[in-house]
Every structure is written in structure tokens, then in C-alpha cells.
């Protein structure tokens, strides 16, 4: 199914003249709007292809129907939600449930939907049905050297399909670690965890970055192997200049400070991706903003900071690295992606607002009251119009989840697809 | 000091157009914007007496200067953010650091700026100079009959000093709890600490509320003998009807779902009061607002859901029971309380925004991205302007803080008392 | 496969002369050394019938082989238990998973290995292929009338089983909640809850009791309907006297205080069962002690002096209500239980050497110090002679764990039932 | 006052035999008992100044009667304990809290007690009445380069201090940080910091170490910028090889995975030093072992680890970096450094009993359940015997907190101090 540019425009023109009002006045209240319309028009982030699907836990899944059915249809589903935002233009693979079997095609097929390829993502978490050995107590990390082989070798593989589909980057993310006290040498595992990143980064091309992704816990429950940013950064700096540290918004202890992090990884040179979601537990794999939003706009104000003196890392034509996340347990996939879209633009857009020069000067005297003021008189601003002028003028709907309902986009693939398909991911 | 009337005006006056643009367009885009306007001009809030000085922590505390040195002077600050917001409409006396010696010259004083007295609370978790017995192993919950008893006989002379002022409630937060296992048999700390509140019960006036106060840790921490809302009700049931639980945003578990708390105490009609606050890692004592403005938001979404059915718990009026409890260690205490007082009302108003048939509709149907939306489209709407609107029609400020650093305030109180003061308190 | 006495004596008499000379010495260190043993030989507790295979997390589940591969082998499962402790003495049936399609066959099978049944475990947190309704958005909360009728007739329905193979009690966990903020009406699904939860407790026998258990959070990522004890506690007290609460140790917020609500939900005369395992993060359902045996002594404290008063609910004999609710992601399932059943019995026995007189004692005089150190003195026995002893006096293995891999238990199953199997359960 | 040799031996007496019975039993049951015994008695730790008196929290403080009014009275309380285990070897300085004001005199008292100097510490979280600079808004962090200088200054001094009493190391714990979004450039602060460090650094003495603690949260509540092990390591290695991060217990997110982190920390050569408490909730600083002794018996294990292949960090005449920190706010000061002394003892005989060669083997099998038995089998194991057989052969008590009451020590204090003194601390 594609959505056409007449059912957009049709779609816009009733709202039309609302959409004018806000704007309007939102540019009579905020001095750099335009700037800021072309910077969310700028903006790109990756869909990764398995949050296409309904997410489970460990108790179950309810599965919601029409799901993409293979990669070619993930690809359509990617490119339904680019023609409604213009902001998820790339897709993320995740090799071996992705395995592009014709990689030319599918980077034509992407190609037509106006994609393009962002990170690949290995899976050393989990046993495929023709894998030789198991990595039920950890792949890189593997007491035994036959299986880090083949994790590395996996990983090797990964980039191999990356490279022919025009991605720049691997994402590793390990589940390796421990369930209980006594089961590993930390020592051991982190050496040998770092042989074997050691040997994936010298297959990685020369303009390639690897991305080391941490996780606090899950689903090792007693340690993680690459548990905090702390060891992510270990692991870069001892690998090179090639690698970086990945942050998920959900992979953190209690309470932890994640844009404070975000900043001292950009100190160092060394933030290369993002993964966003929300959560109030744990890896609850929220949509987007659903929970937390004002610490999704202190994260980006950081970003916004610090990228002033550097090449910006997330936008358009960028190595992308900017990913949503999430699992959509209870809710429409696509629909989840389009809040999760907007909740990124939105936060993206308020971190513009934010005065850099009066906070810095309010930093300077100490004045923290005023400090506040300033990020919060950007945080209440409401930016929605702006971020939907944005999508007007790259022809796209000014309120895409009422666009895919009225299009009735999901009975569409349902009856394409079945109510009875199954996504691979999670 | 005191601020004039023409002093407001003239300062309304540089910003009323700029008002009105924001003014009319919240009208054309919110429909109940008037409504809205008169809920916050009739909305009222305690101010704590001891939150007018500098807090402190266990390290230390860093005095700001200008700080109330007695009763009469708390009063006078009270008066001043009335004068500003004409929301903080009540102060809350802590007793004994509030002890009103001459309390009908306290009340005609308090009366001269508008004030009301709301809740009075006892203090059984620090020792006085001039305390018979310690409380440093409990108060109510004491293995000592006579140090129950001393305890006992404070709140009951906390609620005489309460009368003589018009309060109508007594607040009981205790400290008492254990640091190490085996400190406290739990059963006997529970049933003394009943049969203590069951005294200070049979004290209190027919028209008053006994508003039981939870805490999950701190200062004790292994236990806390009224540690959440499920001990608190247990005794509010087990005291009568006068009794209520009272709830403070900083005194839960990591991750507890406050809102979810509020909805069900309301439920069984035993939500007696509130202490507003934000926090990110404990009992932080933060501004109102100032770390997750959207779970303010969603525990507001609670309350005006709630009180529907019932009579308006927390406007002007009414038994009070709403308070800020936070503690103002770096910034400057009037400017705190303007920023918790502003943060509180917007969440109000965006709570008043919800479209309450729609999302009951969304929760029959299981529609959650639309349930997700409806809060979201509330709570993404710039009220500001109606906040503000609520202001200018009662005489107060467009921009408090802005006024309250124009007009020299904090400046004014150093001259007067010194900069050397030191406000009873935490 | 079945374990002999003769196997069992045999192994036993290698370890005699070692276990006599720990048990001396034991003897001459605790004054009811006796008692203890007693105690630990009428204990009992229930293992799953889920927990006999392996776990899984939402990432995947590498399995062990030799899994039971229907109810009969999970009986003969914990048979193989009973024979090495004779403490797993009852099954905890979980429908759909073990619906038992012959009962008067099952029920002799149980007994023919010495076990009973303790409570049966309704299922409405997963959609089975023959079911009208999907609980995707809850069961017993429901806002569908009749979804809530088909979870009410499903927990008729495994009342029935239970009648049929002699169970007493109706273990009802429900994942009902919400992920989103704005999802669910908290007032009306606690109501929807209340009247499903009558409606089966209205087909409850007269002898039964119906445990109700909660959880913080997951899967349910916002907000969870019976989510903390204070919830259940309220649905208990709303249905009636055969309603109790049931605590897992894994189902409660980060630094919960659990053996303070163990002692309170006593004194109400409401605590009807337990669900041991333990965790670092959340509920990660980790062997029983692997993480903090302290605290699961502190528990088992409680219990001791709790049950002093009341019959003694967790012996033999007793209406049970205590289990293991572990999952073994990564150990042999049978060696996990064997290791949690150990780690129970002995916080059981440490307990049991508190000296209560000297504890109440200095509980009296605010005696701190001493407090602790009554416990730790306890604490820090080794009881592990006890234990044993208990075992060998019940014609059981000395040292069970050894024993069973001695007898090469796990490999005997994998060549009767394979290594590919798979349990029913997470 | 002293206790005199004759006291402790006659005490010992009277434990004798029982004593004897156990060490025997003791000696048939733990193969490496002798050297055990050898390694407690080498075994140091240090005594921080402002432990000895009673600690506080924000909410108050119990005072107990007695407390030491002077330095010199600090060291008589070292002493003491000193005199009844033969561990606390050592006491730990805080300027300025303990300023020698004659550092002979002070160090010739040390000597006469046997204790000798371990790290000094700084302080810069509280403004000290002489001051020209408040560190309100931070000290080695500030945005002011004159309040930096002072701080430098301060921490420049304290390393003179040091120097004349014979210490080797200086702590710098600092609270900087932040409590609201906005207030803080995170980058700055961190530039700032280290800056101001490499001052210090470069100021120390050749032989002596910095030790860089870090500190989750508490008094700052949004943010710190010595927050974690990560932010430690980074100020560490930017420094030089004097520096080395120092970790508290207390200082960590709920449910961090310490042991790892110092495992982490011995692999990079960068562990310095110890800070020894207990916690529930947060930096609760209780006693030693109280809350979660497991935890403490795998820290020890790690480090028992870790210094097999480098000098031992911990034992007699080795640069300690070993101390308690802990807040007594209702125990005796004494009575609880006793039990917390004891408390690491047993964890770190526990330690010495693991089955290092058995456990790699496990490890490198995957054997996880066996893994899991070798270390509950060392930590099960009763070793009092062996940590009071240590004390008898240093001529100290067999059971210090009995002859502590029973020499009614801390009455005696009291009569010499008066009941209202007041040590300087928290």
C-alpha cells in the first residue's frame, strides 16, 4: 500500500486553515521559527525493522495483524510512515532476522520509498535453528573461543550485508553477562569480550563506525558485560577511533542522569547513536515521549549544545545513528512510530527554542532560578505547528495518525497480509 | 514590605499586549479557555511555614539572606507571593517553630494579607530544648507509654494552637521507624502508634481532619513505621472518618505510580491532602515541576477526574489540605514558591483541558495511542496565557518573578532583617 | 526415572562420618539443635509445575533438554525432588498449562510419589489458541463485560480442577494494568477487578482460600491493578475472610521493605501465601538466596514470630500456600529448586535460632546494637548440619545437588524424554 | 582511658573454652584455617575522625553522651577500638573538622595508641565560618576561578597537613554538582573539575596518591559531576598514575552491581581505595554488614581476587585506603564501628575460604549452579571462630562489644566528657 500525494493534500487542505492560525502566532511568539521548521525538515531518524511488528514479553504477545511478513514489506511499512512525516527515512536491519537475500534489489525497493540504510544490528542474543554452538552463557564474552568465533564471524557477516546495502555503521548490543554471583570472571569476560570486538572492528570498513551499546540489565539479571556508559567507554577508547558509545534511553538503573551522560560522551568525542524509547520501570520500550518527556527534551537540549561545534550527527545526509527504539505491545506499530516521531520532533524543536546565550549567562552568575526559567519557557512553548509546517512543506500530513486512520492504512494491510502474520523481532 | 497595587499595574501595563496576542489566540484554540481562567482564579494553596528560609541538607546549608525571622515575618512573605499570585492564599504553622504566642494579633496579621491558616503539624522527629523525654528511637510508635504519652500530648496542644488560628486540620508526619533489622518489632510499632493516634483523634474537633502522613524512607532507613499509602489507610480506616491519608510526591519507592495512588484513595474517599514537591532520586525537596512536569500533569489529570463526583477539594474555601512542601537549599525561597505555585497551576489548567468524554470513550474502546493523544494534546497546550489571565484579573502579576526581582524584594528584605538571618525550618 | 533408597543410603554413608562430626558440633553450639531439626523435617513447600523446565525471557530461551513434556512427567519431576528432600512435598498446578485430563489418574500418580496439590493458578495473562477474547487489554479489569465473564469462568473452571485433585486454594495473578498514561480509568478497573474477583470467589468451597497476588510492575509497564500489597490487601478486605494476599518476593518496587509488609499483612490476619525466589532488579526470578539470603532470613523472622500466635502455616499438613516461583533460564530447572529449597530451609533454621526473648528484650530498651547482634548471631550459624540432618533422618540425600549428579539424573531424563523437549510455562 | 591488658585477658578467660571448641571444629572443616588467621591479623582499617561521634540527618541529630571534644580525644576513641581488635590501625583526618593544630604532639599520641594516619580528607561541600568564598554553587566545579583557587588552596593545605602526620593519600569527595535542569554546563563543570584537580595533583607528594570519590546523588539532587565509577575513572586517568578512584558503598543508583565495578577498577589499576557502610535506600551509611552482608562477601571475593596477582592493597604497612564510613545516628559510635569492623572481617575470612581453582574450573565449564555452591559454601561457613582466634593472638577481645559494656566503657567516657559534648562531623 502507498499513500498518495492527492490523499495527503486532500487530507491537509481541512486543516488547513487551523494549521495557519497556530502558525501565525507561533511565529509572532518564537524569533527563530523558520530556522527551526527547516531544522525539523532537515531532521532524519532510523526505524528499526523489528519494531514494524507487535512487540511481546516474556508473557506473551498479543499480535495485532497485517504485520510486514518479510523484509520487502518492512520496507513498505518504513516507507508508509516516510510519506507521512518525511523524517523516518531510513531503516535499520537486524541480521538474522533481516537477511537481505537480494540486496540490490531491496536497496531499489528501499531506494523508492526514499530510504535509506542506517546501522545494522547483529543478534548475538539468541540461538538460530542452524548455529552450531549456543550462546546461552554469552557470545563475545564465551569462555570458549569457538564460540566467540562465531559470534565474531557473525558480526563479520553483518557488515558484509551492510555493505551492500549502503549502511555505515554496526550496532552491537550483547546480552552477555550473568544471572548469578560466582558465574564469571568480570576480568575474563571483559577481556575477552574486548578480543573479539577487537577482531569485528578490524573487518569494519574505514568510514564505518561501531556503535557499543550498554545495558544495565536484561536479560542477564546479576551483570552485564557492557552494562554502563562507563564500560561502553572503555571498550572505545581501547578499540579506536572507529568506535563509539551507542545510549538507549532504557538501558540504565533507577534515576540515572541520561543527559548528563550524553554530554560527557560528546566531551569526549565518543556519542555515536542514539536509541530512543521511554520507560518507568525498566526496558519497558515505551513509545517515545509517553512517559518522560521533559527529560527527552533536557537530552536533546544537550544534543543541540553539542553539536554546535561539531558536524550536526542528526541530520539528513549524516551517518544517521538515531533510532526509535521501542515495542509496541498494545498499540498500533506504525501508529506508536508516528507518536514516537513526533514526540522526537517536538523535544528537537523545544531544545531550539531554548535561549543559549541568556542560559549560559545565567550559568555564568550562578542565577539558577533564571536557569530554569529559560528551559522551561522553551519546554511550555507549544512548537506543534511548527513541527507540522514542517511536514506540510515536504508534503506530508499535518496530522498523519488521523490520516492513517482515515485511510483505514491498517485494515489495508490486514487484508493484503492477513490478521494472522508474524513479524520477526522480539 | 509590601507590594502596591500601582507597582502590579505598572508592570502588568509593559506586558498586556503581549498578553493579549497570547490571550486571544488560547481562546480561539481552547475552547473552555474561560472556564479554565475562572478554576485557577478560584484555586488555593498552602505555603509551609518552613519553606520561607533556606533548607538544608546533612552537609550543610548555605543562607541567602533576608530570611523571615519570626512568625510575623513568615506571614509577611506569604503575603508577599499573595500579593503576586493570589494563589498562595494560606500559610501551614509548624509547630513548635511556629509557636503563635499572641495568636489573635497572628491572626489579624494574617488577615491583613489575605491569609488563611491551613493544616498545623506537629513535630515528634527532633528533640526541643526543653523535652523531657527523646525522640530519637520513635514518638508515637515509642516502646515508652510516657514518650507516646509526651507525643500524644503535643499534637493535642498543636491542635489547641490550631484552633486559635481557624485551622481545621492537623497534619502527623512521623519519622519514626528503625535504621537497622531487628530494631522494631512491626507489629508493636504499628499498634502503639495507632493507640497514639487514636488519642490525638479523640482530640481533635468534630469539623477537623486528622491528615496521616506516609514516607517511605528517611530519616529512618530500614523501616518507616508509616512507610506508604497502604500503612497510612490501614490507620485512617482504623481511626474513623476525621481521618485521611496525605500524600507528598517525594516520599515513595523508586518508579511508584503516584497518580494510580491518588485515583484509588479518592476512590475510597480517603485523600485528606497533598504536599507538592519534585524530586529525581529521594525526597529531593525540588521545585514543583522542576524534574517530571508530566507525572504533575497526570497526577492533576487524577484529581480534577476525581473530584468531579465530589465536592472541589482544593479551591478557595474549601478545607485547604494542597501545600508545597519543598525545601529551597540553592535557590531564593519567594522565587521557588513563585515557580511551584506557576508550575501548579499550569497543570491544572492542562488537566482542565482533557477531554474527558473523549478519552472515557478511547478507555472503552482500548484506543490507546488516541487515550495517549487526548492527554498529550492537553498537556502540550501552551495555558500560560490563561494562567497569566487568572493573575491579571485579581490584581497580581503577569510575570511574578520578573516583578519580584524588578521591585529589588529580596534586596529589600536583606536591608530590613539582615543578611545574616536564620528562618526556623529543616 | 525414580531415585532408591538403596542409591540414596549408599550415597549417604560416604558423607556420614564428615556430616556427624558438623552435626556434633552443632549439637553442642545450639541449645534446640533438636527442635530445629524437627521443624525442617515437617516443612514443606510447593514447587510450580511451571518450573520444571526452562525459563525464558523475552529475548529468547535456550533450552536444557529432558524437560517433562506433560503433567505425569512433572509430577514424576518433583517426585525426583521429594526423594532428595522430602521438603518439595507439594505441586502447584498452573491451567491451561497442566490441565489434568484424567484426575483420579493424576491424583494417584501424585500420590504414588508422596506429593499433594497445593493451589491451583488461573492463566488470564495469555491468550490460548481456543479462546474467544483476547486479554490483550486485561482480564478481570476488562472494560468488556463479557472478556471478564470468560476470565471469571476460566478461574471457575480451574476451581473445579483443583477440587478434583484435592487442592484448597485459588491463586489469582493477574497482569491486568496498563502501559500508557491515560490508558486505563484506575477507579474503574479496580471496580471491574472487585466484582470479577467476587464473582469467583462467590464459586470459591467453603474450605478454599483465594490468594490474591500483586505485582510492581511487567508486564504492564505503567501501571499494574493489583499492583502493591496495600491493592490486594484492599481486594481481600472488600471480598471476604477465605481472601488473602499473596507476596512474591520479586513483585515489588526497588528497596521494598518486605518483611515489615510480611509482619503487617500478619497482624491483619491476612498474609495466605508466599512465592520465593529472589532478584537484583526486578522480578528476574532468580534462585531462592542467590542474591540476598539476609533479606529472605529477615522474611523467615517474621514468618517465626509471626505464626508464634496462630497455627503454623507452612508445615506439613498446613493448607500450604508456600512455594517457588523461580525460573531457570540458565541452570539445570531441578538443581535450581534443589538449591532453593536448601537456602529456604535454612533461613527457616537460622529463624529458629533467634533467641526471641533476648530480641523482644532489647526491642524494649531501645538496645540497637544488641538487636543486631541477636540476629546476626543467628545469621551467621551454620545450620547446614540441621538441614542435612533433616534429610537423613527422612531417608534423603545428604547432599542432594551431588547425589543427583552422581546418579547422572538429568541425563537419564534426556534419553527417556530427549533434548529437544519443552516444558509448558514461560 | 585505657583498657588495660589485664581487662582483656581476663575477659578472654571466661570465653576460653567455648572459644576453643569452636576454633577446633573450625580447624577439622576449613583446610586453610591458619592462614586465614595470619591474613585477619594483618589485616587494617582506618577509622575516620567523624565517625566517633554521633552522625546526623537533615532532620536531626540524637547526641549520645560522651562524644570525643577534641582530636585528641578522636584518637583515644581509636585507640580504644584498636585496643580491643587490633584492626583499626589507622585513623583517617578531615580538615578542617580535625586540624592539627600541633602535628607532632598529635602524632606522638597516634604512636603511643599504634595508630598511624591514613588519607586526609578535604571539604569543600560546607562553608566554613573564615571563609571568603561560599561553595553554594560548588567548589572544584564553580563557574568562578577565585572560588576554584580557594578550593585548590584548601585541598593544598590539607595535603600539608598530611604530610606532617605521615599520611600517603588524599581523599577528594566532592558534593558539586547540581539540583535543577539548566543549572549546570555539564561540560564546563567537568573542565572546571579537572582543572582544579590537576592543581591538587600537582602538589602532591611523588609517594602519594589522590583518591577521586565519586557519589550518585545527595546534596546535590539533579546532578553530580563525580557522579560514577565512569566519570571517576575518566578524572583518574586524565590525571596521572597518582590518581585513582575511590568507592564508596553507599554511593550508587539502586541496585548497581558494585562488585563488578570494582573488579573493573583492579583490572585497570585503578582502584584506590574503600569507603565501608551499608545501605537500603541510599547513602544510608549504616553499619558495616547490616543491610546486605552478601553483597559485602562478594566485594571482598572480588578483591581477595584480584589482588592475587599485585601487592596486597589492604593488609598492615600497605598505603590502607581502607575505611568505614559510616554515621552512627542511634548506636553507639563505638559500640557500632566494633560491629562493623567485625563485619568485613568475616566477609573478607569468607572470602579466603572460596575454592579459587575449583570456581575457575566452574566458570569455565559454564557450571553455574556450581559456581553459585562454592561461593554460598565459603560464605555459609561459620568463620567467627577464626576472626576471634585472630583477636586472641593480638592480645585484643574474644568478643569486643561484650567487654566494651561489660568495662562500661562508654559511661566512663561520659563522665570524663559530660553528656552534652559534641564531636565535629556530620
Known amino acids: ?78 516507507g508508509l510512515l516516510r510519506a507521512l512525516d518525511k523524517t523516518s527515512n531510513a531503516i535499520s536491519l537486524h541480521i538474522p532476522w533481516d537477511t537481505p537475500t537480494n540486496p540490490a534489489e531491496i536497496k531499489t525497493l528501499a531506494a523508492q520509498h526514499g530510504l535509506a540504510f542506517d546501522a545494522v544490528n547483529s543478534n548475538t542474543f539468541q540461538d538460530q535453528a542452524d548455529q552450531k554452538y549456543s550462546y546461552k552463557f554469552g557470545s563475545l564474552q564465551n569462555v570458549n573461543k569457538a564460540i566467540r568465533k562465531q559470534a565474531v564471524d557473525h558480526n563479520i557477516d553483518v557488515i558484509k550485508h551492510g555493505i551492500n546495502l549502503g549502511s555505515k555503521s554496526l550496532t552491537v548490543w550483547l546480552s552477555d553477562g550473568s544471572c548469578f554471583p560466582g558465574q564469571l570472571n568480570f576480568k575474563k569476560a571483559f577481556e575477552n569480550t574486548l578480543e573479539s570486538l577487537q577482531e569485528i572492528y578490524a573487518a569494519l570498513p574505514d568510514d564505518w563506525k561501531l556503535l557499543v551499546e550498554y545495558k544495565a540489565f536484561e536479560p542477564n ?90 558536524n550536526p550527527p542528526f541530520e539528513k545526509g549524516s551517518n544517521f545513528g538515531w533510532m526509535i527504539d521501542a ?26 527554542l531554548v535561549d543559549t546565550i541568556a542560559l549560559e549567562n545565567a550559568r555564568e552568575n550562578n542565577d539558577v532560578a533564571q536557569a530554569q526559567e529559560i528551559l522551561q519557557r522553551a519546554y511550555r512553548t507549544d512548537v506543534r505547528a511548527l513541527v507540522a509546517e514542517a511536514r506540510l512543506r515536504t508534503e506530508c500530513a499535518l496530522s498523519p495518525i488521523q490520516l492513517f486512520r482515515n485511510l483505514k492504512v491498517r485494515e489495508n494491510l490486514v487484508n493484503v497480509r492477513g490478521s494472522k502474520t508474524f513479524a520477526t523481532g522480539l
Open 327 to 352: 515495542s509496541h505491545n498494545i498499540k498500533d506499530p506504525l501508529e506508536d512510530l508516528l507518536q514516537s516521531v513526533e514526540a522526537i520532533q517536538i523535544a528537537y524543536a523545544q531544545s531550539l
Open 221 to 310: 539479571f546479576y551483570s552485564m558485560t557492557i552494562g554502563d556508559w562507563g564500560q561502553s567507554l572503555l571498550f572505545a577508547n581501547k578499540l579506536g577511533k572507529k568506535a563509539y558509545t551507542l545510549v538507549d534511553l532504557g538501558h540504565h538503573l533507577p534515576n540515572a542522569n541520561i543527559e548528563q551522560i550524553v554530554s560527557l560522551l560528546m566531551m569526549e568525542g565518543k556519542l555515536g547513536g542514539f536509541h530512543f524509547n521511554d520507560s518507568k520501570y525498566g526496558d519497558d520500550d515505551l513509545t517515545v515521549g509517553s512517559i518522560k518527556p521533559y527529560q527527552l527534551f533536557l537530552i536533546f537540549n544537550e544534543l543541540t549544545q553539542g553539536i554546535q561545534a561539531n
Open 1 to 78: 500500500m502507498q499513500i498518495s500525494k492527492e490523499q495527503i493534500s486532500n487530507h491537509n487542505e481541512q486543516f488547513f486553515a487551523s494549521h495557519q492560525n497556530k502558525l501565525n502566532f507561533t511565529f509572532s511568539e518564537v524569533e527563530n521559527a523558520e530556522a527551526i521548521i527547516q531544522k525539523i525538515m532537515q531532521f532524519s531518524i532510523a526505524i528499526p525493522s523489528w519494531a514494524l511488528g507487535t512487540g511481546s514479553t516474556r508473557f506473551g504477545r498479543f499480535p495485532g495483524g497485517g504485520e510486514p511478513r518479510n523484509l520487502e514489506e518492512k520496507i513498505e511499512d518504513v
